[in-house]
Structure formats: structure tokens, C-alpha cells
């Protein structure tokens, strides 16, 4: 059986592959990418996990999940050119360690400079989040009003892309089926303290993998879960 790989371009280009490929084009430039998928798969459509999403408009991985959160987080996203697209596949090792999880926590294991890059802005951008929930009390108990002078609308709703990614690759469980995530975090003070304290979770361990912070430091605080731990480390710098 082929192994699908799915190219997002501005345009088609005559590429020849190894016979255990199947080549299908996904042509970016008016915002439909996003809509011409939604429509593969109302249509009948279904991605599996040995599919190959690669992007020849992006210099990472990270961003081009991103901009498509609908690139299922069991395959692999891959940046990468008509030159050099068969070699690329010859490399997938490699690829994969490229194609960091923003939401595992794992240590980085990439050389790449465009991919590391990458992994430090959204890193900081989870880590604003994550504090900006602390800060309005979402986290340890949940508060059972949302207090919009502490929050803005566009986190409350998950309309950053981040949350985007988040809701996808993580899909946080909801109490009913005709529940939206962002329904649920509107409605449920406890929902969002779980989504607050998965988003600590992640950086915890991002920080200790990433030789960021040390346990001992953390440890002469206190625990993770505790509050008070995460108003001590506030400034620490995420860097790789």
C-alpha cells in the first residue's frame, strides 16, 4: 500500500517519487486550505497516522502546523522542496525530530535553527497564557465567573492559533456532545482550571527536559501544582 503525502504549494510542480508514494497537491493562497479539507472530509475523506503533510511555503514544522491545525497530530508535517523532497523522505528520522510537539513537553531534540526558533515563540506564548489563566484564578480551584477585565475575549474564545493547535492535537474532553472547548470554558469553572494545569504540566516538564530549570530549584519552592512555585519562576527565560 502507497504512503499518502499531501504538498502544500502556491502552485503544482512536476515531482517524481519512489513507487511507494502517492502524490495529492493542497494549492494555498486565498484562505480555502482549511475549507478544501473540512470539505475532504464531510465528503467521505479521512486522514490516517502514516500520512505525510509537507509544505513547501514554510521553514518549519511548527508554523505549518500552525497555520493548518487540521493536520492530524498522529502523521508527520514536514517542511521541504521540489529539489529536495525525495531526499528529504529518505531522512524521516530526522523529520520527525523536526516535527516537535508543541503540547508533549519532551526534551528538543532538533538542531534546526528555523524548528528551535519556532519551539521558543510558542513556548512563550503558552507560558503568557498559562500565567495570564493563573493570574485570573482559573487555576487551582476555577472561579465561577469569567472576569473579562483580567482575560481578553480572543483567549476566552480560543481564537489564538495556539489554542487552535491545542484543541486539535489535544481535544480536550467536553461534559456534553453539542458542547463546544469554548463553550465549556465559558460554563465550567473547573474546566478551565484542567485546561490551566495541562498547560503548567507541559511547561513543567518542557523547563526540567530543556535543562531550563533544575528539579532541585523547583524543589526548594515546592511542587509543580503549587501556585506559589509558578510566582517564583515567572521570569525565568525560555530559551534553548
Request: charged share 30%; proline share 3%; with cysteine.
Amino acid at each position: 500500500m502507497s504512503r499518502r503525502i499531501f504538498i502544500f504549494s502556491d502552485k503544482k510542480t512536476k515531482i517524481t517519487l519512489p513507487e511507494e508514494y502517492t502524490l495529492t497537491y493542497v494549492i494555498s493562497g486565498d484562505d480555502t486550505t482549511e475549507m478544501s479539507f473540512q470539505k475532504y472530509l464531510r465528503d467521505g475523506g479521512n486522514f490516517i497516522k502514516s500520512d505525510i503533510f509537507c509544505s513547501f511555503l514554510h521553514t518549519n514544522p511548527i508554523d505549518f502546523r500552525i497555520d493548518h491545525p487540521i493536520i492530524p497530530y498522529t502523521s508527520l508535517a514536514m517542511i521541504s522542496n521540489k529539489n529536495e523532497l525525495e531526499e528529504d523522505l529518505s531522512s524521516l528520522e530526522e523529520r520527525e525530530k523536526e516535527d516537535y510537539n508543541l503540547f508533549s513537553g519532551d526534551k528538543v531534540e532538533t538542531d534546526d535553527e528555523y524548528v528551535r526558533e519556532a519551539i521558543v515563540k510558542y513556548m512563550k506564548e503558552l507560558k503568557h497564557l498559562t500565567y495570564t489563566f493563573i493570574d485570573a484564578g482559573y487555576y487551582p480551584r476555577g472561579i465561577p465567573e469569567i472576569d473579562q477585565g483580567k482575560v481578553d475575549d480572543w483567549m476566552v474564545t480560543f481564537e489564538d492559533p495556539l489554542q487552535k493547535l491545542f484543541m486539535t492535537s489535544v481535544r480536550p474532553e467536553v461534559s456534553a456532545d453539542d458542547l463546544s472547548v469554548e463553550d465549556e470554558f465559558l460554563i465550567n469553572g473547573e474546566f478551565r482550571s484542567g485546561i490551566t494545569e495541562y498547560w503548567m504540566s507541559v511547561l513543567a516538564n518542557f523547563l526540567i527536559k530543556n535543562d531550563i530549570i533544575s528539579i532541585e530549584e523547583v524543589g526548594a519552592i515546592g511542587k509543580w501544582s503549587d501556585v506559589n512555585v509558578w510566582k517564583e519562576i515567572r521570569d525565568t527565560d525560555i530559551e534553548l
